[in-house]
């Protein structure tokens, strides 16, 4: 059985950076395109990067030059590093193997001075 465990979230200041990890148990990792959704309060949930077994990688435009997604097929793990953080960032991120539609939990982010 797959699961996803996210963490790194937690409460930053605006221009401040945190690096979100995904930790994949079960299935086979490295073939998965993988991807970090978030949702805000009272918004749907939005896909914000996305990286396939090949390393290629997409971006909502709100991220773009701010935002990484990376992964370590290692590992079995998937990487979001945010920089230049804003309030409008504030959400809950998900992870998600986009291949198969397995969601993990979540973990909440915060920017707020």
């Known amino acids: 059985q797959v699961q996803l465990v996210e963490s790194g979230g937690g409460l930053v200041q605006p221009g401040g950076s945190l690096r979100l990890s995904c930790a994949a148990s079960?299935?086979?990792?490295?073939?998965?395109?993988m991807g970090w959704y978030r949702q805000a309060p009272g918004k749907e949930r939005e896909l914000v990067a996305s990286i396939t077994s090949g390393s290629s990688t997409n971006y909502t435009d709100s991220v773009k030059g701010r935002f990484t997604i990376s992964r370590d097929n290692g590992k079995r793990t998937v990487y979001l590093q945010m920089n230049s953080l804003k309030p409008e960032d504030t959400a809950v991120y998900y992870c998600?193997?986009?291949?198969?539609?397995?969601w993990g939990k979540g973990t909440l982010v915060t920017v707020s001075s």
């Open positions: 079960g299935g086979i990792f490295s073939i998965y395109r």
């Open positions: 998600r193997i986009i291949t198969t539609g397995y």
